[in-house]
């Protein structure tokens, strides 16, 4: 079992910058790839970044450019720094492990408000 709990969101004016973060738990050892989703009021999760299990960035066209994800070597905090924050980036953000059976971990989720 992974345990994974976000924290850094909160309401942003567009072209703000936030990071959240992420931090990890539990069986470390059987996690590959950890990463970002998000999801929208009315619309479905959608990814955004994932880092590899050999710390290989993979972004989302919308978001390249803009958003840097990043761990730490034990896999324990995953990193979300988002940059020029967009209306259209307000969605709950989604922490997420892949465990190396193929079993994808969530977090409870952390707001991100872009508003002026």
């Known amino acids: 079992q992974v345990q994974l709990v976000e924290s850094g969101g909160g309401l942003v004016q567009p072209g703000g910058s936030l990071s959240l973060s992420c931090a990890a738990s539990g069986s470390l050892f059987r996690v590959n790839n950890m990463g970002w989703y998000r999801q929208a009021p009315g619309e479905e999760r959608e990814f955004v970044a994932i880092?590899?299990?050999?710390?290989?960035?993979v972004y989302a066209n919308s978001v390249k450019g803009r958003f840097t994800i990043s761990r730490t070597n034990a896999k324990n905090w995953v990193y979300l720094r988002i940059d020029d924050l967009k209306p259209e980036d307000t969605a709950v953000y989604y922490c997420?492990?892949?465990?190396?059976?193929?079993?994808?971990?969530w977090g409870q989720g952390t707001q991100v408000t872009v508003s002026s």
């Open positions: 880092i590899t299990n050999g710390g290989t960035p």
């Open positions: 997420c492990a892949h465990d190396r059976d193929g079993t994808v971990y």
